[in-house]
């Protein structure tokens, strides 16, 4: 069983940056596809972005295209996501996600397709 724990979330002003990381342990995650998704307060979780198991290839969602970038370091069993030119409409809830099978496509990313989840982190950017 894995275990994800996100750290790095914060309040900051709008135009600010901040670097959310995802640790996993109780097994290597460096074959799966990983992912970031938020919750904002009455909404449905939806996904932010991918990364594939080599971290060659990305993807993200539109509304954060060219301003958030996710990568990792898989000697460390870590994922990263770097998120710049924040705005208030990102705030929300952020979980890192471990897709259900090895080395899926980045474009396969529904909630339903990830299997194990993080406890969250709020990040929250005011105006």
């Known amino acids: 069983q894995v275990q994800l724990v996100e750290s790095g979330g914060g309040l900051v002003q709008a135009g600010g940056s901040l670097r959310l990381s995802c640790d996993a342990s109780?097994?290597?995650?460096?074959?799966?596809?990983m992912g970031w998704f938020r919750q904002a307060p009455g909404k449905e979780r939806e996904f932010v972005a991918t990364?594939?198991?080599?971290?060659?290839?990305?993807y993200y969602t539109d509304s954060v295209k060219g301003r958030f970038t996710i990568s990792r370091d898989n000697a460390k069993n870590t994922v990263y996501l770097q998120m710049n030119s924040l705005k208030p409409e990102d705030t929300a809830v952020y979980y890192c996600?471990?897709?259900?099978?090895?080395?899926?496509?980045?474009?396969?990313?529904?909630?339903?397709?990830?299997?194990?989840w993080g406890q969250g982190t709020q990040v929250t950017v005011s105006s």
């Open positions: 990364i594939s198991a080599s971290g060659s290839t990305t």
């Open positions: 996600a471990l897709h259900r099978k090895p080395y899926m496509r980045v474009d396969v990313k529904g909630v339903a397709d990830f299997g194990s």
């Open positions: 109780g097994r290597t995650v460096t074959i799966y596809t």
